[in-house]
């Protein structure tokens, strides 16, 4: 099994919509969760982090980190075309930091 | 801040030749990582510092590739010799240091595109 596991895509939806994005991992020492927005030929940028388990909230954008489960979420709500990028998960701990392959997401006008 | 500074932005080059990556990390930042990513295999850690002292290196896909970090504001990747499936986008990225470890908050520089034929 892959220490983290994130599929590729990509995801269509159309502007206004949810999106929903996730990531299963395999190592039970992360416990620092990270989300990144990459846009085409840039390098990633954070959007958000989430220390262990729980939700966390900033504007349109939700992250959810289920620890039991070695599960993670990103919603994006009123999706918008500007959110049209790769999406990478990522975590770290015991030293270790481990990325996701990306979800490429495209929010249609 | 200028951000995240690496040279060169494209390099392209022949199967066999040594090729040298630099980047400057933000200014006060002590973590420093390099990634490679292609399509086929996204973004792949392939080693960090703190304070210049390498600490995972797990990532190194073989002894073709070193990196080094003389000092606070520079660090080198070097392959010798290249090969054409190493092709791919090389990011350099820096962090403060953190009760994270400074993995939580990296800023990414724009990247240099490698091509080896």
């Known amino acids: 099994q892959k220490e983290v596991e994130q599929d590729p895509g990509p995801l269509s939806v159309p502007e206004g919509a949810i999106v929903s994005l996730n990531c299963t991992y395999s190592n039970s020492a992360f416990q620092y969760f990270m989300w990144y927005r990459q846009y085409s030929r840039k390098g990633p940028e954070l959007l958000m982090y989430?220390?262990?388990?729980g939700n966390k909230e900033d504007g349109r954008f939700t992250a959810q980190v289920d620890k039991s489960s070695k599960y993670i979420s990103l919603f994006i709500r009123d999706s918008q075309p500007s959110d049209s990028a790769t999406y990478l998960c990522a975590m770290f701990g015991n030293n270790r930091l481990a990325f996701g392959k990306g979800n490429q997401v495209v929010v249609i006008p | 801040d200028a951000g995240v500074i690496q040279s060169p932005r494209h390099e392209v080059t022949e199967m066999g030749q040594e090729v040298t990556l630099r980047c400057k990390p933000i200014s006060g930042h002590d973590y420093l990582f390099w990634y490679r990513q292609t399509m086929m295999r996204g973004l792949e850690l392939l080693i960090y510092f703190n304070n210049n002292v390498p600490i995972d290196d797990s990532g190194m896909p073989e002894d073709r590739f070193s990196a080094k970090m003389p000092n606070a504001s520079f660090s080198t990747l070097k392959i010798q010799p290249s090969e054409p499936r190493d092709s791919a986008v090389y990011f350099c990225a820096s962090s403060l240091a953190r009760t994270s470890g400074g993995a939580d908050t990296q800023y990414f520089g724009p990247g240099t595109r490698l091509t080896v034929l």
């Open positions: 989430t220390y262990s388990s």
